[in-house]
C-alpha cells in the first residue's frame, strides 16, 4: 500500500525526533561524539569516520565578531534577499533546504543533465546521501564551538522553512552545513560529468546562496560551508570506498546518457528560478 505525501512527510518529522532523542541519549550516556543537532546529517552513514573528518576548528577563523566589515557584508547580503521572498526564488530555496531524498538528487538532476535516482543511477545516489553525512558532520568543531545566533532569530522573522526552524534554533548557525553538502556535491558531480562542470558548480553556488535566500543562514556562513565541503571531497579521494563509487557513478551516467534519459523536473522553470 503506497504512502500519501502528507503521511510520508509525517513519517520522516517523527524520524527526525527520534533520531534527536537517541542523540540526546548519547550525549548523557557520555559519548564523545560532537553534539549534532541537524538530524539530516546522522539518517545514513558516510564514508568517512568522524576522526577521518575534516577538522573545521583547524580551518575555519571564527564568524565575524559585532561591529566589523564582515557583520555588515553578512547584513547586507541579507538585505539584499528581502525582495525575493514569496518570489520563485524563494520557492527554489525551500526545495533546496529539503534534504530528504530524493529531493537533494533532484536539485541536482537539471544540472547534470540526468535523473539521480535509485533506478538509473543507485551508486551515484547512495554517492550523495554519504557525501552529504560527511559534509555536514565536519562543520560540527566550529558550529558547537562558537553556536553562533541565525539571522531570523537576531531580527525575530521567518524562513522559508518554519518546520525546521526549532531545529535551526539548537544548531550553530556557522558555518553552513547545507551549503558543505550541496558544494560537495558540485565538486563530486563534476568529476563524474567534468563537461557538465560549469552548470554543476553554479548549482553548487545556488544550493549555497539558498540559505541566505531562506533567512537561515548568514552570508559568511554560507562562505565557510563551501570551504568545508572543499575540504570533505578532498578527504574522500583518499577514501577506497568514495572512489569506486565515483567510478561507478561515472558509468551510471554514461548510461543514461547512452539511453537518452532526461531530468523529470522542470529544468526551465528552475533555471528562471535561480536567475532571479
Known amino acids: 500500500m503506497s504512502m500519501t505525501g502528507t503521511a510520508v512527510r509525517a513519517a520522516h518529522v517523527s524520524l527526525l525526533a527520534l533520531l534527536a532523542l537517541c542523540g540526546q541519549a548519547l550525549a548523557q550516556a557520555g559519548d564523545t561524539q560532537p553534539r549534532v543537532p541537524d538530524p539530516h546529517f546522522k539518517i545514513d552513514p558516510g564514508y568517512l569516520e568522524p576522526s577521518a573528518l575534516p577538522d573545521s576548528l583547524d580551518l575555519l577563523g571564527p564568524p565575524p565578531a559585532s561591529g566589523s566589515a564582515a557583520l555588515a557584508r553578512d547584513e547586507e547580503a541579507r538585505q539584499a534577499t528581502l525582495a525575493l521572498r ?3 526564488r524563494w520557492k527554489q530555496a525551500i526545495r533546496d533546504a529539503d534534504l530528504v531524498f530524493p529531493q537533494p538528487a533532484d536539485n541536482f538532476a537539471c544540472a547534470l543533465g540526468v535523473p539521480i535516482d535509485e533506478q538509473n543511477t543507485p551508486h551515484l545516489f547512495s554517492l550523495m546521501k554519504k557525501v552529504m553525512s ?7 568543531g566550529v558550529k558547537n564551538h562558537y553556536e553562533r545566533t541565525r539571522p531570523f532569530v537576531v531580527h525575530g522573522e521567518a524562513t522559508c522553512t518554519p ?7 539548537e544548531d550553530g548557525s556557522y558555518p553552513s552545513g547545507h551549503t558543505a553538502a550541496g558544494w560537495a556535491w558540485a565538486l563530486a558531480l563534476s568529476e563524474i560529468a567534468p563537461d557538465r562542470a560549469n552548470a554543476l558548480l553554479a548549482r553548487g553556488l545556488a ?9 537561515a543562514h548568514w552570508q559568511s556562513d554560507v562562505d565557510g ?20 563509487d565515483l567510478r561507478a557513478a561515472r558509468a551510471e551516467v554514461e548510461a543514461a546518457r547512452s539511453k537518452g534519459l532526461k531530468p523529470n523536473r522542470d529544468c526551465a522553470s528552475e533555471a528562471a528560478a535561480l536567475a532571479q
Open 163 to 169: 518546520d525546521q526552524e526549532a531545529i535551526l534554533h
Open 225 to 244: 560551508g563551501r570551504i568545508m565541503g572543499a575540504a570533505t571531497v578532498a578527504r574522500l579521494h583518499a577514501d577506497p570506498a568514495f572512489m569506486e
Open 207 to 215: 544550493f549555497g546562496q539558498s540559505r541566505v535566500v531562506c533567512n
Open 134 to 140: 560527511d559534509a555536514g558532520l565536519s562543520t560540527y
Open 86 to 88: 514569496g518570489t520563485e
